[in-house]
């Protein structure tokens, strides 16, 4: 028994790092497309990855997937805001990297009340409520930095919570969409669980 569970841990691992592996390439690879935000944020693919492997493994090993794809963006290129002060840095890390894609993770937290249904349909709208449930998560880090860290980019006039709101939401809604339909598509050619088909009902 234990040597069964060390080896699902392993091939856990192996996936986990996998998938990280391939979120990073496709971050990077979506960088050449063309992306009007000026201070920050893009629509990527990055982000469907992680959320596959918190279906496949569960919330833990996709908040471990999370955060080390947030690990990595960092270490790609990391956005300071205008304040650069040491409360203002360390809260930038934790809301635009650390926190923002550590919560991808949490997809299955949101699909997991659909899994044990034995009709595909609900079980596939599931992952759907877990990819925009996730996404959400992301946007709600990334409101409350453009609210505490960025608001000196408020266009005068304007509430820095619209600002915000709308700064944010024009790309995160994009990829929230997109991360559903993806998932969608995926889940349904290959059951997350079982790595197989998935069973028409």
């Known amino acids: 028994m234990k040597t069964k569970n ?6 856990a691992l192996v996936e986990t790092a996998m ?4 979120a990073v390439g496709l971050e990077l690879l979506c960088q050449f497309l063309p992306q009007p935000w000026a201070y920050g944020g893009s629509i990527s693919l990055g982000a469907i990855p992680i959320i596959y492997l918190s279906y496949r493994r569960g919330w833990k090993w996709g908040l471990s997937a999370g955060f080390v794809y947030a690990s990595v963006q960092m270490l790609l290129g990391l956005s300071l805001p205008p304040a650069n002060t040491f409360w203002a840095v360390t809260l930038c890390i934790l809301l ?7 919560a991808l993770g949490l997809a299955s937290v949101f699909s997991a009340p659909f899994e044990k249904s034995v009709k595909p349909v609900t079980r596939i709208a599931g992952y759907v409520v877990g990819a925009v449930g996730a996404s959400f998560l ?9 609210i505490i860290l960025w608001d000196s980019y408020t266009p005068e ?12 939401g024009s790309y995160m809604l994009g990829n929230a969409a997109i991360a ?9 050619a290959v059951d997350p669980k079982t790595l197989k088909p998935m069973k028409k009902i």
Do not use: E, K, P
């Open 6 to 11: 060390t080896r699902q841990n392993v091939l």
């Open 96 to 102: 635009d990297y650390v926190l923002a894609f550590t």
């Open 138 to 146: 992301r946007f709600i880090c990334s409101f409350l930095s453009g």
């Open 19 to 22: 998938m990280v592996a391939l």
């Open 157 to 168: 006039g304007m509430s820095v919570w619209v600002y915000s709101l709308v700064y944010n």
């Open 180 to 188: 559903a339909v993806v998932l969608v598509l995926l889940c349904s």
